[in-house]
């Protein structure tokens, strides 16, 4: 179904535009290739989920929800396809291309669609969705963002055109999909339990698929060209953020939600404070002690646990606090 991303006739003119930018960055100071790479760390998983965070526990609990749920299933959906369509990167398609070394740690594992492009579709999008109608100027900024990313991409040399666009194409649907779905758990907030049980089958599922499908087995001078481990890890670690970040949702959702508008300054502001260095406590945490690359059983928890606290764990104690406080 896929098979014409792999197509020569298909691929030749945007290897052609990557060259193109390629020969473009060879004449200009290295110091661009810094600055896209600060760009797309707009892209990775961190930067966003702080701000959704700060959205969730400290402004808006159903744009909180709304961002959280549209980021997961751009994930989920974003890697699934990776998995499926088997795309390679530009470099291995090309020997003429010739990435910034300092954006292969990112850029692991198959190529179509850029996980990047979407990660700022469902985040940066999603705010600008939310905020379209009330702040214009900020909504363009955000769109602008996600089109920084999507070409810092390119002009870094680890995605093709067709990657970027996959990327967009999914946020964008998803965007008015999500907010259809979380408007219809808002009626009855039970329906917060049905989606939580939907996206833990969907997890699994995708999870049976990853470690069942038989990959590309593609060698150049004795060398496997792409070896699928990168991907089956990459799935291990968003399914793992994905399940506690949603199951953390769905739970405060039903049983628990909180009204951020209602707090006073100062609350939000501790709660802000608090929850970034709860933040930057956990991810060292996890790159020590559980995010093996060979362990994924350890990978995954450690991906849900952190989801979950975020989500759910830390909302409940602030929310406990504050009433024993008062």
Not at 79 to 85: I, N
Not at 154 to 159: A, E, F, R, S, T
Not at 206 to 221: A, G, R
Not at 265 to 286: E, F, M, S, T
Request: net charge positive; hydrophobic share 50%.
């Amino acid at each position: 179904m896929l098979e014409f991303l792999s197509n020569e006739s298909w691929l030749n003119p945007q290897i052609d535009y990557l060259i193109y930018l390629q020969n473009i960055r060879m004449h200009l100071s290295p110091i661009f290739d810094e600055v896209f790479m600060w760009v797309t760390r707009f892209g990775e998983m961190f930067i966003p989920m702080l701000v959704m965070c700060m959205i969730y526990w400290c402004f808006d609990f159903r744009a909180g929800v709304y961002l959280f749920s549209l980021n997961s299933f751009g994930l989920l959906i974003s890697q699934f396809l990776k998995m499926v369509a088997c795309v390679y990167r530009p470099w291995v398609l090309s020997d003429k291309i010739h990435p910034v070394r300092s954006a292969f740690g990112n850029a692991g594992g198959y190529s179509f669609p850029s996980g990047h492009t979407s990660m700022a579709v469902t985040s940066w999008g999603g705010m600008a969705f939310l905020c379209a109608k009330r702040h214009k100027i900020l909504c363009i900024l955000l769109v602008l963002a996600i089109l920084f990313v999507g070409f810092s991409r390119n002009y870094l040399g680890v995605h093709t055109p067709q990657d970027i666009i996959g990327g967009l194409l999914i946020g964008a649907v998803l965007m008015f999909v999500i907010n259809s779905l979380i408007n219809w758990c808002e009626e009855n907030r039970d329906r917060y339990l049905y989606l939580l049980v939907f996206v833990n089958i969907l997890i699994v599922l995708f999870m049976v698929y990853v470690f069942t499908k038989n990959y590309p087995q593609d060698y150049l001078n004795g060398k496997l060209l792409v070896n699928p481990a990168r991907g089956i890890y990459n799935t291990i670690v968003y399914s793992g953020w994905i399940a506690g970040a949603m199951n953390g949702i769905c739970i405060c959702a039903r049983f628990f939600p909180f009204d951020p508008k209602a707090a006073s300054d100062k609350c939000r502001v501790v709660r802000a404070i608090a929850g970034v260095v709860l933040a930057l406590i956990l991810l060292p945490v996890i790159q020590i002690f559980f995010a093996d690359m060979y362990n994924y059983s350890y990978t995954f928890f450690a991906l849900f646990l952190t989801g979950f606290i975020l989500t759910a764990g830390y909302p409940f104690v602030f929310i406990k606090l504050e009433k024993f406080i008062k």
